[in-house]
């Protein structure tokens, strides 16, 4: 999992966005709808790597797998 520090300073490289942590998997922006994966802990902040999600029901999904794990 990151550190809680860490993620507060991580923005998303395209506009330098605040992202939400998914589990372990994504670091997301719900802005662009733009999805970074985490590597061995470590986040690929690339945006040629990063996964566009075009569906709303994905869309909603990670909105609620993120809001779930906070608290």
């Not at 860490?6 to 998303?12: D, E, M, P, Q, W």
């Not at 902040?45 to 999600?53: G, M, P, Q, R, Y």
């Not at 075009?54 to 906070?70: F, K, M, P, Q, V």
């Amino acid at each position: 999992m990151l550190d809680e520090k860490l993620l507060s300073i991580l923005v998303c490289p395209e506009d330098r966005g605040p992202l939400l942590l998914v589990g372990d998997e994504f670091l997301y922006n719900t802005r662009l709808r733009r999805a970074y994966r985490i590597e061995d802990g470590v986040p690929v902040l690339l945006i040629d790597e990063a996964v566009t999600i075009t569906d709303d029901a994905e869309h909603n999904r990670l909105l609620e797998r993120a809001s779930g794990e906070s608290g």
